[in-house]
């Protein structure tokens, strides 16, 4: 763990801080059709890695490749190197494990068919705690953090699937939370949120920052800008180009693609 | 612009003609239901009493009670579902949460299919061969329990297939995501949610188990057996096959008799399909999402 300085100093230079994962010549593919060919990249500590792009890039392709979803979705194979922490993911026999350390936040909200509370302490739950009192921090810090416990926390034991979508995105993130990951993976976290709440959501965004990786699929090129440190443009199962958002927004890009995409001229 | 045209009046004749030739069909439908109530009612309703049903028949079963033959039945049934609920829960949930979309797997559902259209005088040959002969279980509960189960095992199977295809996939993928085994993922989220479905499925397994006779007939019920049975191993009367025992086999039989038994079973069946129907609103009232 990283200090609290120390991470802030990781945000600063987040193109020198360590890496958490790599990723080399990854191709994806279902039943043989090709959907991302070629990606290599860093993602390091302490920083939100943004990727942005139209449908169809194979953005949630690379979110599946990287916690090993391929073996729980028909037909997809993943090849080529990606690594957390240095240890290859596609090697891994205990591919559980390292679910458990990265966080997933869905486009649509998955408020599970339980009671708010034991949405939160599933994934305690499912690693073997079950110390009431354990739980009980573990799900008002979460939800917390996800800015939904001032909402919730009266009614605690109602079901977490009749939350409002906004909340139930909150919920989900709480959720991801409990796990206590290392990676935090969103997938255009806020297509069925209102703005309002994305903002809430960027802010919490901001801050988690400081403990742990963010990458955030985005449909919004404008959230890119606002909350990444680097963002990766993927474009028709391709990685266009990657680089620091900041200086990909003041026009500096290698690909004339990226730049109509980044101005809206298509996408 | 809204006169009535030559052809809008034919389609409106037409339009009639059809509704009514419909509800007419609805109407054919439910005759026969209530015509076989309303007959069973009231040839035999008088016949019914505390005695009747928790006596021994009596004097060649010409009269007296139907005692062995409710408690044959209770029996037969639910040995049955002790071995079919768990197998066809299990198969479901291999089939619908475990195997993927394959040859193999389209191949076990065309099993399950046929298995459900044999007709149950085949699968009671077929009792009688594997249960009684062959593994030597002799005529008893337990080989009539294992051919009704097998006979009704397609319906389970098909229920809880059902049932958990309708949890959304969303869950499973949090779950998944989140760093759960598949049974984790199943015990936690899938089976809860899917268990009225599941249970609704048992209850009309259940009815149907009841009224069947060609299956128990060669492999445990009797004829005429005076006793509770004592385990799995004795054989047993059972109201599907006393019914059919008081009606054609036995001479001198009150006619009631057999209009009593028939409507006690008819009432059993009935009774279980309440109990399913109205189990389902009240769930879906629950409905979590």
């Known amino acids: ?267 | 612009m809204f006169e009535v045209s030559a052809l809008n009046k034919s389609n409106m004749r037409v339009e009639k003609l059809y509704r009514i030739l419909f509800a007419m069909m609805v109407l054919l439908l439910v005759l026969p239901v209530l015509i076989i109530l309303g007959t069973l009612v009231a040839k035999g309703g008088s016949v019914i009493s505390f005695e009747f049903l928790f006596s021994n028949p009596t004097d060649g079963m010409t009269a007296g009670g139907i005692l062995p033959a409710l408690i044959g039945t209770v029996w037969l049934v639910t040995v049955a579902l002790l071995i079919s609920v768990p197998l066809g829960v299990a198969a479901a949930i291999y089939l619908n949460e475990y195997a993927g979309d394959n040859w193999f797997t389209r191949i076990i559902n065309l099993a399950i299919i046929n298995l459900a259209g044999v007709p149950s005088i085949v699968h009671a040959l077929f009792g009688v061969g594997a249960f009684v002969i062959f593994f030597g279980f002799g005529t008893s509960i337990l080989a009539a329990s294992l051919t009704l189960a097998i006979m009704t095992l397609p319906i389970v199977i098909v229920a809880t297939r059902e049932s958990l295809a309708a949890v959304p996939m969303a869950f499973r993928e949090a779950m998944w995501n989140m760093g759960a085994t598949r049974w984790q993922t199943i015990r936690r989220v899938v089976l809860p949610n899917a268990i009225s479905g599941i249970l609704t499925g048992v209850i009309l397994e259940v009815s149907r188990t009841t009224g069947e006779t060609a299956p128990i007939m060669f492999t445990g019920a009797a004829f005429f057996l005076p006793f509770l049975p004592e385990s799995v191993f004795d054989q047993t009367m059972a109201m599907s096959l006393h019914l059919f025992v008081v009606s054609t086999q036995v001479p001198g039989v009150p006619e009631a008799l057999p209009y009593g038994v028939a409507l006690v079973l008819v009432a059993m069946v009935l009774i279980m399909n309440s109990i399913s129907i109205a189990f389902r609103m009240y769930l879906r009232g629950k409905k979590k999402w």
């Open chain 1, 1 to 267: 763990m990283v200090s609290a300085q120390g991470a802030a100093e990781a945000v600063q230079s987040s193109t020198e801080a360590p890496v958490k994962m790599s990723v080399r010549d990854v191709t994806i593919s279902y039943g043989g059709v090709p959907a991302l060919s070629d990606v290599s990249f860093d993602v390091r500590e302490h920083e939100i890695f943004g990727i942005i792009g139209p449908a169809n890039a194979g953005k949630t392709s690379f979110l599946k490749s990287l916690n090993r979803m391929d073996p729980f979705t028909d037909g997809m194979r993943v090849e080529g190197d990606i690594r957390f922490d240095g240890q290859p993911v596609n090697r891994l026999r205990n591919v559980y494990a390292l679910r458990k350390r990265i966080g997933v936040v869905f486009p649509l909200p998955v408020g599970l068919p339980m009671t708010i509370y034991d949405n939160v302490a599933l994934a305690p739950r499912l690693s073997g705690m079950s110390n009431r009192a354990e739980l009980d921090v573990i799900v008002e810090r979460c939800l917390t953090r996800a800015a939904l416990w001032d909402e919730v926390k009266d009614r605690l034991n109602s079901l977490g699937s009749l939350l409002s979508g906004g909340q139930q995105q909150r919920l989900t993130i709480a959720r991801a939370l409990s796990q206590q990951p290392e990676v935090l993976m969103l997938d255009e976290f806020s297509i069925a949120v209102d703005p309002v709440t994305t903002m809430r959501i960027e802010e919490v965004l901001k801050e988690l920052r400081s403990e742990m990786t963010i990458i955030m699929v985005t449909n919004l090129v404008q959230q890119a800008e606002r909350l990444a440190n680097r963002t990766a443009f993927f474009l028709g199962g391709e990685c266009v180009e990657v680089g620091i958002t900041a200086e990909m927004f003041a026009g500096q890009v290698e690909d004339q693609r990226t730049r109509d995409y980044i101005e809206g001229k298509f996408g």
